[in-house]
């Protein structure tokens, strides 16, 4: 069986060819930020604040498209929908506890690949 | 190397840093990371060349980030970036003039190498206007395509100077050939609307008909046989210059037209009922005095007074004494320009022989002179028996006018007092009649 790859940093492979280092860079810019994002999007969720929930998941989105962390592509536009239409409000705390179990385990590989 | 700066609005710092490289990966571009639409908007002086714009910011909405971008860089390309692949927000924000739309995903680095591509395009089309236009201006530069120190060309200097740093209009007299069209041209490209189109409209020889439909142009329907709109010239002047060449042989119902559109700053097409607003300005010639054409009434004195602004008297070429081998030495160099041969110099019989002539044709007729002496010299020097004037053309009409003597005895005084630089001692021993006569007549306002 093909199993899907938890994300894909083909797009900066391509930046890392020409220019080595690149790549270590801008995924440590995602490793530096991304924490706080996150930290926000639980503490908006844990206050129920649906609206400011919408937006860290939409600030969020455009990072996990671009570094095609493939099982977060449709969770992260749920939430961000539930947030912004109240639409799936009730699947949230699994969407969340998916988010943050699925980020660690991106974290820790991408350390992995680039250490 | 000087590069193409390039600001990035984004509140992501780690998308921030994927734009970033993105853009950077071609050598052209540097750019400028804002985390917020507020810092940005603080740097538009900086004035880049190109916006990266996340739709959805956490302080300004997109909506009023691009307004005010509009604000201060009307022209400047805007690619707005967004999680967001909503078609009504992308149409709206085409319609507002953005450059692109981009959704975030993992093919944006492409998209936008892309994008910037197709930009370093048209900054070098744009670089390529640039530098023609700053040819043409300095091609324009009134004391390069003027050529003469003359008291009287230094006057027209002066007030073409007052032109270029005034908006108001502009009426050019001068015999043909004085270089009316050249003194439009360096007015308006040394003027705040140098940047936008010069249009010429040559009033003289042309039908009424065909003027008002040169000047108005019409609309669709206008006539049975007319199926598209035609912009007029006065349109097409926006917020440039309309020269309107031999202004005085316009037809007296359009000069009243002219006078309304001026007036009221707006007309309507024929045919239309819309108004179509106008900011330009408006510099005439003529050839003629107009002054006599109002006093036959063949020229409104309503349409003179909007028109006059400031009145440039080009002096016949027979009136500027040395400027005429200064011109005649510019023209010879031109000549060996344009024909690759050596550069030929003026002997003192040649330039006695030019200073003597009364040149009817002006200065277009001494180019002509010029040329012809280029070519039948055997030598690099031109001597008086290079130079021919045309005998088919009048000397001058002095005689014709049949004045009385005594008013050819002033006007001749007048004329080499011009001439001389009003160096009475030099006009006398010329005339070879006594100075104090001359005083006399100047004490007494006869010349």
Do not use: W
Not at chain 2, 6 to 12: H, R
Not at chain 2, 58 to 83: A, F, M, T, Y
């Amino acid at each position: 069986m093909c199993e899907v790859p938890l994300y894909d940093l083909t797009a900066f492979r391509a930046m890392d060819e020409e220019d080595p280092g690149a790549l270590a860079k801008i995924v440590q810019v995602f490793l530096d930020s991304t924490p706080e994002v996150l930290h926000d999007l639980n503490e908006a969720y844990q206050a129920a604040d649906l609206q400011a929930l919408a937006h860290l998941a939409h600030k969020l989105k455009a990072t996990i498209d671009i570094l095609s962390i493939y099982p977060l592509k449709q969770l992260i536009r749920d939430i961000e929908k539930a947030g912004k239409t109240g639409e799936g409000k009730e699947n949230l705390p699994q969407l969340m506890e998916t988010l943050n179990r699925t980020t660690e385990k991106v974290f820790t590989e991408i350390r992995r690949e680039i250490s | 190397m000087e590069t193409i700066l390039v600001f990035i609005v984004e509140d992501d710092p780690a998308y921030a840093e994927m734009l970033q490289y993105t853009v950077t990966r071609n050598p052209l571009f540097s750019t400028e990371v804002f985390l917020s639409g507020s810092e940005m908007l603080k740097n538009l002086h900086k004035e880049p060349a190109v916006i990266c714009l996340d739709y959805f910011l956490p302080d300004l909405s997109g909506n009023v980030v691009l307004k005010r971008i509009r604000e201060h860089l009307p022209d400047i390309p805007v690619i707005v970036i967004s999680g967001q692949e909503d078609v009504r927000i992308a149409t709206a924000l085409y319609r507002e003039g953005i450059t692109d739309y981009i959704v975030k995903d993992h093919e944006t680095p492409d998209r936008i190498q892309f994008v910037m591509k197709h930009l370093i395009e048209k900054f070098d089309l744009r670089r390529e206007i640039e530098d023609l236009r700053e040819e043409v201006e300095k091609k324009y530069h009134y004391q390069d395509v003027i050529k003469g120190q003359s008291p009287v060309i230094r006057q027209v200097f002066h007030l073409i100077e007052k032109a270029t740093k005034s908006g108001i209009p502009v009426m050019i007299s001068g015999e043909t050939g004085t270089g009316k069209d050249l003194v439009a041209k360096a007015i308006h490209f040394n003027s705040v609307r140098k940047r936008k189109p010069f249009v010429t409209v040559n009033v003289s020889g042309y039908n009424s008909d065909y003027i008002e439909t040169e000047l108005f142009g019409y609309e669709k329907g206008y006539l049975s046989t007319i199926t598209s709109r035609k912009t007029g010239q006065l349109e097409q002047a926006t917020k440039g210059t309309l020269y309107l060449d031999e202004i005085t042989d316009l037809d007296y119902n359009l000069q009243g037209r002219l006078l309304k559109v001026i007036q009221e700053k707006e007309f309507v097409r024929p045919g239309g009922s819309e108004a179509v607003k106008l900011d330009l300005r408006i510099i005439g010639s003529t050839r003629k005095n107009i002054g006599e054409e109002i006093v036959r009434g063949r020229f409104r004195e309503d349409l003179y007074y909007q028109l006059q602004g400031i009145p440039i008297e080009l002096p016949p070429l027979r009136y500027r004494g040395e400027d005429i081998l200064i011109i005649a030495k510019y023209f010879i160099e031109q000549y060996s320009r344009d024909n690759r041969s050596p550069k030929a110099t003026l002997t003192p019989a040649a330039q006695g022989k030019l200073l003597r002539y009364s040149y009817p044709g002006n200065i277009r007729e001494l180019r002509a002179v010029i040329n012809l002496a280029c070519v039948m010299t055997n030598s690099d020097m031109i001597d008086d028996v290079d130079i021919s004037f045309n005998s088919s053309l009048p000397h001058s009409d002095f005689l014709m006018e049949e004045n009385s003597l005594e008013e050819y005895t002033r006007k001749i005084i007048r004329f080499f007092l011009q001439k001389y630089n009003n160096n009475v001692l030099l006009v006398a021993e010329k005339l070879d009649i006594g100075k104090s006569t001359i005083y006399r007549m100047l004490k007494n306002k006869e010349i």
